[in-house]
């Protein structure tokens, strides 16, 4: 039974370090890409991307979809209002 226990603890430490991975990924790519928006001028919405980053790091795919969704889906403000 202590082995089953061992095996639980570790899988969920695994699981741990495998999401936390993938969200330091998803707050690289979206600060990659809104360094991006800035340089072409296009504008970024609400924050910069140091705080777009931070905020990926904590929210993960759920803030990554609300990224795309206000920069590159159809229901983005006008970007004129953007810069």
């Not at 809104?34 to 803030?63: H, Q, S, Y």
């Not at 229901?75 to 209002?81: A, G, K, M, Q, Y």
Request: glycine content about 8%.
């Amino acid at each position: 039974m202590q082995i089953f226990r061992l095996f639980q603890t570790g899988f969920g430490l695994c699981v741990i370090l495998v999401v936390g991975i993938v969200h330091i990924f998803f707050a690289i790519a979206v600060k990659k890409d809104a360094e991006r928006m800035i340089e072409r001028k296009e504008g970024l919405f609400l924050v910069d991307p140091n705080l777009w980053a931070f905020a990926c790091l904590l929210g993960g795919i759920t803030t990554v979809v609300a990224y795309w969704a206000i920069h590159y889906s159809t229901l983005r403000p006008n970007r004129e209002n953007m810069k």
